[in-house]
């Protein structure tokens, strides 16, 4: 069974940091871009970062970028994200998504996040 | 930033009938639109890409067209397992993706 699993989330004070796991099976995750995407409490969904197969390409929302890094382990199937400086407002459900390209049709392929983890809570209060 | 609008925010239809949900894109972006559903507690599952394919086992209930910035998502009948909330995502602006605010589908 394809399947993303995360861990890591937790309570943590303002200023401080904490590191979110995500572990991989039923697919070759070295083959796969992933990425990170969270959702405030009652809120919508929101990009994070992401990291293409073999680690070159690395991107980040502004809202994260130069405190949130993103980093993976193909050896052992797992994507990492490190959060330092945490505020409040990255209090949210942390999900991790595989991005595939899909599509029957070379001419006609598409991106998109098929497969989803069920998320960790990180909660940033004192 | 490519800012996508989703209208209405909240969508009340009664089961058996047709729903139609609006995505708006701030610049084109093609065909690189997706559909997400999203049920109270879970993470959401990808239903359309390439705005108008269906993901692997979607019901045939739901369609998806538009493409430049305007998008539709079309529930044919709704199921009372279709109520939940719908987002739009952009990825023509790869890698900096970008959602829309989501539409909340309600039993009327």
């Known amino acids: 069974e394809v399947q993303l699993v995360e861990s890591g989330g937790g309570l943590v004070k303002p200023g401080g940091s904490l590191r979110l796991s995500c572990a991989a099976s039923?697919?070759?995750?070295?083959?796969?871009?992933m990425n990170w995407v969270r959702q405030a409490p009652g809120k919508g969904l929101e990009w994070v970062s992401s990291?293409?197969?073999?680690?070159?390409?690395?991107y980040y929302a502004d809202s994260v970028k130069g405190r949130f890094t993103i980093s993976r382990d193909n050896a052992k199937n797992s994507l990492y994200l490190q959060m330092n400086s945490l505020r409040a407002e990255d209090t949210a459900v942390y999900y991790c998504?595989?991005?595939?390209?899909?599509?029957?049709?070379?001419?006609?392929?598409?991106?998109?996040?098929?497969?989803w983890g069920q998320g960790t809570m990180v909660t940033v209060s004192s | 930033e490519i800012v996508m609008t989703q209208s209405p925010a909240t969508l009340s239809v009664s089961p058996g009938e047709r729903a139609t949900l609006s995505c708006r894109a701030s610049?084109?972006?093609?065909?690189?639109l997706a559909w997400y559903q999203q049920k109270p507690g879970q993470a959401p599952r990808l239903l359309i890409y390439?705005?108008?394919t269906r993901a692997t086992g979607i019901p045939a209930r739901f369609s998806g067209s538009g493409s430049g910035t305007e998008f539709t998502l079309t529930i044919s009948s709704l199921q009372s397992e279709d109520f939940a909330v719908y987002y739009c995502?952009?990825?023509?602006?790869?890698?900096?993706?970008?959602f829309g605010q989501g539409t909340k589908l309600e039993i009327k």
């Open positions: 998504a595989r991005e595939s390209r899909l599509g029957v049709v070379p001419a006609a392929m598409y991106d998109a996040f098929d497969i």
């Open positions: 390439g705005a108008s």
């Open positions: 990291i293409s197969s073999s680690s070159s390409y690395i």
């Open positions: 995502q952009q990825y023509n602006n790869w890698p900096l993706y970008t």
């Open positions: 610049q084109s972006v093609s065909s690189n």
């Open positions: 039923g697919f070759t995750f070295s083959s796969y871009s």
